[in-house]
């Protein structure tokens, strides 16, 4: 038989740390998908960089962060 005990299981505390790493990531990734997206742009602006190869950039970062 399960009794409360008033204490939160690890197991929760785990699910926590677990949902809070998998936030930071996922910030880091679409942080650095823009921040590529808003360099090319730059690029582009400037003419160093086609448009062609700012589009093969996005979909090798895109390929990479699909697994």
Known sequence: MITWSG???ASSYHGVVTIVND???QFFIF???GLGLW???VLMG???AS???CHEM???VTAAVMG
């Open 7 to 9: 204490k939160q299981p």
């Open 23 to 25: 936030d930071i990531s």
């Open 31 to 33: 942080s650095s998908y």
């Open 39 to 41: 360099h090319g742009s």
């Open 46 to 48: 400037k003419e160093l």
């Open 51 to 53: 448009f062609s190869i």
């Open 58 to 60: 996005v979909l090798i």
